[in-house]
């Protein structure tokens, strides 16, 4: 994989930066949701954009996210609050973010091999000499420890001819304003004595980016001082102009704030100004998104009584299918255990027409002697199984939309499919036996959901609750629905909730008087009646499909 991947990225190395920023340019749709933009000094790319992007003669960083993803919900603002502070680097770090939501994107984040999200990845200028064409992991999300390792990594490579540099000045190299930049020539070059094992030059530099007629350059030899005529003393800071005269400065403290501070006054006095910072982002307006058929579908879907659509659970097993099932590099054992129970479920069980049914029939049956099987390949399979049917009618949410953009949308199918499963499987002629929707919940969360933290906490939830003591179809019913809370009352008033769908204890009062005694216990008998009544098959409404026919 590594091998292939090497061989497309080495292949676009030669396309020109302008080039290469016309296609990132081309690629963005105004109308496409995403948690980043342009203003948060975030640059959204896919597929076709990301290994142009990685051709860029400067260092980037890549989040890799899935938009339904709640920790990458979570993790934004404090990524938004961080690249906006790194946008001084620009002269030399881009930042990039890819949705392996996308199903555009799905060969693109197993070709990186992303299991986790939210990941950051770091690449450095020169793809050629990259050790790991996957780029270097930054682990965690602390935005402290993610800047101090940036710093670490950009400065560790170079950045061509005027542009800035890292390594430490020798002596007797003293000529330097050679590496001029024709728009913008170097008229002023800071020194900076860096003890040993101290970063206060390489902070420095970092903090003076906007200033283009400057360059930083790092000393860790006291005595090159003299070189520009300077009389050695325990001085450390000292600036040079073109004309070869020299002077210190005197920084409040030994810190690369102040030496900043003290280089940025001894420039502004001289009128010459830094670039200036990001302006502030505008607050988003959702009105767009809530376009006609959406608000149509939201005051539907808003309207009692509560109703489950057949277009949820369709986009369910499509993003399934398309995109979370095929992002593994290799699937064997465990793995492709849980991905054969997947498919059998849906085989049996599913809500999808006929040319889906024959679909699900034909892709069980060809994984059933599988020993192992490439993510890549059972994309293919997937693809060549469905040409020439019409299996997937709905091309967006309903009883899952969101009345804001990334809100809602796959989590809440996902939830809904496994609810409608477990009234389904509870059906004569009981295909499977007790349990096995909850099992296979499980291994979905555990090997294919693209959201870390969610599969994590439900893999918890599901040691805590004891989920392979259930002994009914009737006690998994249950079990999902009491997890589900759970979820439920974990992330009610969480940045991923949707105001005008709020994270209940369900079913509200509303939709099942009898639900609750007079205490607001729940009365599990009942709460069993409403969840086969609303999940079955019967009920589920086609609202949102262009039509009924062909389904059974």
Known sequence: MIRLLKTLLYGLLFISPADVLA???????ANEASLYSDTDNVIMLDIESLRPALNLKNSKLVQFLNSFCGDCHRFAPVFKTLSRDLYKWRRILRIYAVDCAQE?????????????????????????????VLGAVIPGQDPKF????????????????????????????NEIFQDEDGENPIQFVALVFQPENSKIGRDTLLELLPFKVLTVRIIENAEIFEEFGLIPDDQKLAIVDRNGTAQYLTPL?????AYASTIGDFL????????????????????????????AILTKVLTPPLQVYRADLEQAIDKL??????????????????????????????????????????????????QSIKGADFGDLVDSLEKARRVFKARRYVGCIGSRPLLRSFTCSMWTLFH?????????????????ILKTFHGFAKYFFGCTDCSEHFQQMAIRRNLTSVKTHDEEILWLWAAHNEVNARIA???????????????????????????????????????????????VSFYGLPTPQGYD
């Open 104 to 132: 555009r994107n799905a060969q693109l984040c197993r070709d990186f091999n992303i299991r986790q999200t939210p990941s950051l990845r770091f690449f450095g200028p020169d793809m050629r000499k990259n050790d790991d």
């Open 420 to 436: 409608h499963l477990t009234v389904e499987a509870a059906k004569p002629p009981n295909y499977f036996e007790e349990g096995s």
């Open 493 to 539: 008033g969480d940045s991923t909730e949707d105001p005008k769908f709020p994270k209940i204890q369900f079913p509200s009062a509303e939709n099942c008087p009898t639900c609750r005694s007079n205490d607001s216990e729940w009365r599990t008998d009942e709460v069993l009646k409403y969840l086969k009544q609303l999940y079955d098959i019967k009920n």
């Open 23 to 29: 296609r990132l340019n081309a690629r963005k749709s």
């Open 321 to 370: 299918l398309h995109i979370e099932l095929r992002k593994w590099v290799l699937l064997e054992g465990n793995s492709l255990n849980a991905l054969k129970n997947i498919i059998k479920i849906f085989r049996y069980l599913n809500p999808l027409n006929k040319d889906g049914k024959l679909l699900l029939t034909d892709l069980d049956n060809s994984l059933s002697s599988k």
């Open 253 to 257: 403290s030994d810190s690369s704030e």
């Open 268 to 295: 502004r006095n001289l009128n010459i100004q830094p670039d200036p910072p990001l302006p502030i982002a505008a607050a988003p307006n959702f009105t767009e998104f809530l376009d006609h058929q959406n608000q």
């Open 146 to 173: 993610i800047s101090s390792t940036l710093a670490e990594l950009v400065s560790q490579n170079e950045y061509g001819p005027g542009q800035p540099n890292f390594r430490p000045l020798k002596a007797k190299d």
